[in-house]
């Protein structure tokens, strides 16, 4: 049986959230997108992410661990590690470092991810394999290291709502055998302030708006507060702050899906074959993060961070054809046009007072 077909049978004739059909449809253990679609990642997939397009984005994400690991000691853990090959590199890099921690550990939802996070790992670095860790949950506390996001917020179910003369949320049901929308009442009475909040800050006049937020967010960060003793998460992810975020010219939101590498924003077709995710809210990282106790350390888009951090001292000087590679693919990296702006890179720390080098300069925080 098809995905789509078992997710339409799973539905029936109910009303699900939004928020539901996303982890459905990207999650379910045994037909969610992330558990069966093969080929995800890279050329034949999907979608291209910074690891897959250069080694030389996962050599600055472990220059920055180093730094961190110099002052925290303890381990690296990586929420979902996608392909598994920043985490290969990172732990070779470290390694001729001599700074290599003792597990690198990964929290991946997806059992056919860590299949193939395990292959890439013993590809790239099988001396290095009895360091890795995958782990069903966060490690006990306290915990002392360097935790590493890259582009797993955005794929976080997200709460969809719709304002017009009243407020309404975003449901996906059956309707002739295909899926589709449905407007009606907020699913919990809790989320009406928070939506509130939003309204009233930036869309008072605004005539026809679709919300999305992430209220998974706070969970998330919560547990891994709770978690840290002393130590740094760094965050990578598309997205913008608030005013921004739920700017009145951006009223349809911000979901996008990532099918064969062509993008659109219906999540409602090629169900269980495509991606779909939803740009991050860096305010409301910022702000949930500042309530819990985090210093944000740093914030700035990915281009700045990657130059700060180093990325064309490690172009290779000495072969022109490896020179000519290293820079096409610093430029998908961090042009404007590419990954360089609307990528965002956040640095949160608990008892720690240094700051990565990636945040050196072009500091973006009062943009939040
Ligand atoms: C867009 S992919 C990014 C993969 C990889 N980090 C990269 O940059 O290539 C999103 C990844 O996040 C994982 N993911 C999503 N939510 C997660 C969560 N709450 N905990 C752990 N992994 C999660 C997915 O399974 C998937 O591996």
Same mark, same amino acid.
């Given at each position: 049986m098809s995905t789509r077909k078992l997710i339409k049978n799973k539905i029936s004739n109910k009303l699900i959230t939004f928020e539901q059909f996303m982890r459905l449809v990207l999650y %379910?253990?045994?037909?969610g997108y992330y558990n069966c679609k093969q080929n995800i990642f890279g050329h034949n997939g999907d979608y291209i992410t910074a690891p897959e397009i250069s080694p030389l984005f996962s050599k600055i994400i472990a220059c920055q661990c180093r730094e961190i690991l110099q002052v925290t000691h303890g381990n690296i853990l990586e929420f979902g @590690?996608?392909?598994g090959k920043m985490a290969a590199i990172i732990m070779q890099e470290l390694t001729n470092f001599n700074l290599a921690p003792n597990k690198y550990q990964i929290i991946e939802l997806s059992p056919q991810l860590k299949q193939l996070q395990r292959k890439n790992i013993l590809s790239i670095c099988p001396d290095l394999i009895n360091k890795f860790e995958w782990l069903p949950r966060l490690p006990d506390n306290p915990w002392n290291g360097v935790i590493l996001a890259n582009e797993v917020l955005d794929a976080m179910p997200i709460h969809r709502f719709h304002k017009s003369e009243m407020l309404q949320e975003y449901y996906v049901t059956m309707n002739n055998n295909e899926f589709s929308w449905n407007l009606g009442d907020i699913s919990n009475d809790n989320f009406i302030p928070y939506i509130q909040k939003i309204i009233d800050e /930036?869309?008072? %006049?605004?005539?026809n708006y679709d919300i999305e937020i992430n209220f998974y967010l706070e969970g998330w960060l919560k547990s891994i507060f709770d978690l840290l003793d002393q130590g740094s998460i760094i965050i990578v992810d598309y997205g913008f702050p608030s005013n921004e975020f739920y700017h &009145? %010219?951006? *009223? +349809?939101?911000t979901l996008m899906c990532h099918y064969q590498h062509t993008t659109n *924003? %219906? &999540?409602? =077709?090629n169900v269980g074959q495509q991606d779909i995710t939803a740009h991050v809210n860096f305010s409301q990282l910022a702000e949930l993060s500042y309530q819990l106790g /985090? +210093? =944000? @350390?740093g914030y700035t888009n990915q281009a700045t961070f990657l130059l700060n951090a180093g990325i064309l001292d490690l172009v290779n000087t000495t072969n022109n054809i490896q020179q000519y590679s290293d820079n096409q693919q610093i430029k998908l990296l961090t042009l404007p046009s590419e990954m360089g702006e609307i990528f965002k890179v956040m640095n949160l720390s608990k008892n720690m007072a240094i700051t990565p080098s990636g945040f050196s300069q072009l500091d973006l925080r009062h943009t939040l």
């Amino acid at each position: 049986m098809s995905t789509r077909k078992l997710i339409k049978n799973k539905i029936s004739n109910k009303l699900i959230t939004f928020e539901q059909f996303m982890r459905l449809v990207l999650y %379910d253990p045994n037909y969610g997108y992330y558990n069966c679609k093969q080929n995800i990642f890279g050329h034949n997939g999907d979608y291209i992410t910074a690891p897959e397009i250069s080694p030389l984005f996962s050599k600055i994400i472990a220059c920055q661990c180093r730094e961190i690991l110099q002052v925290t000691h303890g381990n690296i853990l990586e929420f979902g @590690a996608g392909s598994g090959k920043m985490a290969a590199i990172i732990m070779q890099e470290l390694t001729n470092f001599n700074l290599a921690p003792n597990k690198y550990q990964i929290i991946e939802l997806s059992p056919q991810l860590k299949q193939l996070q395990r292959k890439n790992i013993l590809s790239i670095c099988p001396d290095l394999i009895n360091k890795f860790e995958w782990l069903p949950r966060l490690p006990d506390n306290p915990w002392n290291g360097v935790i590493l996001a890259n582009e797993v917020l955005d794929a976080m179910p997200i709460h969809r709502f719709h304002k017009s003369e009243m407020l309404q949320e975003y449901y996906v049901t059956m309707n002739n055998n295909e899926f589709s929308w449905n407007l009606g009442d907020i699913s919990n009475d809790n989320f009406i302030p928070y939506i509130q909040k939003i309204i009233d800050e /930036f869309l008072v %006049d605004v005539k026809n708006y679709d919300i999305e937020i992430n209220f998974y967010l706070e969970g998330w960060l919560k547990s891994i507060f709770d978690l840290l003793d002393q130590g740094s998460i760094i965050i990578v992810d598309y997205g913008f702050p608030s005013n921004e975020f739920y700017h &009145p %010219d951006r *009223s +349809t939101g911000t979901l996008m899906c990532h099918y064969q590498h062509t993008t659109n *924003s %219906d &999540p409602l =077709i090629n169900v269980g074959q495509q991606d779909i995710t939803a740009h991050v809210n860096f305010s409301q990282l910022a702000e949930l993060s500042y309530q819990l106790g /985090f +210093t =944000i @350390a740093g914030y700035t888009n990915q281009a700045t961070f990657l130059l700060n951090a180093g990325i064309l001292d490690l172009v290779n000087t000495t072969n022109n054809i490896q020179q000519y590679s290293d820079n096409q693919q610093i430029k998908l990296l961090t042009l404007p046009s590419e990954m360089g702006e609307i990528f965002k890179v956040m640095n949160l720390s608990k008892n720690m007072a240094i700051t990565p080098s990636g945040f050196s300069q072009l500091d973006l925080r009062h943009t939040l």
